[in-house]
Structures are given as structure tokens and as C-alpha cells.
């Protein structure tokens, strides 16, 4: 198994501009999450899902979306780039009923 | 609301040193889960343990022992003689409904050869 796998590893995006970050995870987990952890800081949830076609918002949605169309794909999508979103973003799953989060090797993203 | 505060921002000892780094939690919920996050320099997060609400009996692994206290809110980490792989970033979380983990500010260990 490969777990979780995140692309890409490291991106330079220009303010305004959109990307979507991706994440698959290959262990059948239904539940799915999006962290941001800025420099000297914690991880803060973004979004997260606890299966396919069901999303919601974690502590810091402003500015991302997302969608889970499969199980195994949770992409995260930033619309309109800003300095403030600059940060590392850690993709995590987990089984039901076992609660420990899995983590994705993470996306570092610049934005100037 | 759940949350986690992790006092040492950076602790440094000697190899074979044993530390100890602390973790207070903050929730109203009675059955919650706490968790320590291991995030070397490579920078990937490593699941060391999770601790159930209702489970408080503490836990040794190797090296690694865990003291769950609900009377003090605190869930603290032990590295007994430390190593310099040991070196990192560490997590302590909190999660109350299993959606919603909330970490701490993390302890950077460093342990000097």
C-alpha cells in the first residue's frame, strides 16, 4: 500500500491564481482531511469528509473548496490565491472506528 | 471548545537523557481521544499513540511511555534515554467528535550527540 499519497510536493503560485492540491489514499478509508500548518504552528483543519459526496468545513475553510466524488480522492482547490494561504497542507485519512489520522508526506505551497 | 496547549516550545538534552514533554488539554465532552504526532525533520506527521477518554491506564513502548491523567488534563510523553533520532517536532492533539482534532503548538526536541 502505498497510504496516503499527496501532488504536488512543492508549488510557486502567483496571488489570484487557482490550483488544486491532490490526495489519494489506497486503504479504502472513508474518512478524509485537509490540514494547513503554517511555520512554528500546529495543523488547523481546513475540510474534511466522511465519505464520498460528504464534505464539510473545518476550523479554516475561508478561501479553499473541495470535493470527494471517489473514496479514494479528496482534491483540495484554492480559487484565488493570497499570501495569507502560503503553508504547508497535509492530507490525512482514517478507518471508521479507529480514530489515529494517517498523513499524506505533504504539499509545501508559496504563493508571492 | 477542545484545546491543546503545549507549554515547551523548544527542549534540548544530551543523548541517553530522558525528557519529558508535556500536554495539557481543555474539552467539555467526556468521551474524547488524545493523540502524540511525531514530525521529523523530513517533515511527515508519524502516529505514535492514541488515548481513549475512558482508558487511563498509562503505556509503554520501547523507549516511549505516555501518562494520561484525567484529573490534570494532561497526557505527557516520556522518551527514556534519548537518541539523536529522537530529534523532532512533536504533537500533541485533541479530538472530541473524531472530526475535528485539534494540535497543539508542537515541542521541538533536540537531542545533542
Known amino acids: 500500500n502505498a497510504g496516503v499519497t499527496q501532488t504536488p510536493k512543492f508549488r510557486i503560485l502567483k496571488i489570484g491564481q487557482s490550483m488544486t492540491l491532490q490526495c489519494t489514499q489506497d486503504?479504502?478509508?472513508?474518512?478524509m482531511y485537509w490540514y494547513r500548518q503554517d511555520p512554528g504552528m500546529g495543523l488547523k483543519l481546513i475540510y474534511y469528509s466522511v465519505g464520498a459526496g460528504i464534505t464539510d468545513k473545518g476550523e479554516v475553510p475561508n478561501g479553499y473548496n473541495v470535493s470527494r466524488s471517489t473514496t479514494e480522492d479528496f482534491p483540495l482547490r484554492l480559487e484565488l490565491a493570497a499570501p495569507s494561504q502560503t503553508s504547508v497542507y497535509f492530507c490525512a485519512s482514517r478507518a471508521a472506528r479507529i480514530y489515529e489520522q494517517y498523513f499524506g508526506p505533504g504539499t509545501r505551497l508559496t504563493v508571492t | 471548545a477542545q484545546k491543546v496547549t503545549q507549554a515547551q516550545t523548544e527542549i534540548s538534552v544530551v543523548e541517553k537523557e530522558d525528557v519529558t514533554l508535556d500536554c495539557v488539554y481543555e474539552?467539555?465532552?467526556?468521551?474524547?481521544?488524545l493523540f502524540w504526532y511525531k514530525q521529523p525533520p523530513s517533515g511527515e506527521l508519524v502516529f505514535l499513540i492514541r488515548?481513549?477518554?475512558?482508558?487511563?491506564q498509562n503505556e509503554i513502548s520501547g523507549r516511549y511511555s505516555w501518562n494520561f491523567q484525567k484529573s490534570t488534563s494532561s497526557f505527557n510523553f516520556t522518551i527514556t534515554a534519548s537518541q539523536v533520532v529522537d530529534s523532532a517536532v512533536y504533537f500533541c492533539a485533541l479530538s472530541e467528535d473524531n472530526n475535528d482534532m485539534r494540535f497543539g503548538a508542537g515541542t521541538r526536541l533536540t537531542v545533542k550527540p
Open positions: 474539552t467539555r465532552d467526556t468521551t474524547y481521544y
Open positions: 488515548r481513549n477518554s475512558f482508558d487511563e
Open positions: 486503504m479504502n478509508h472513508n474518512y
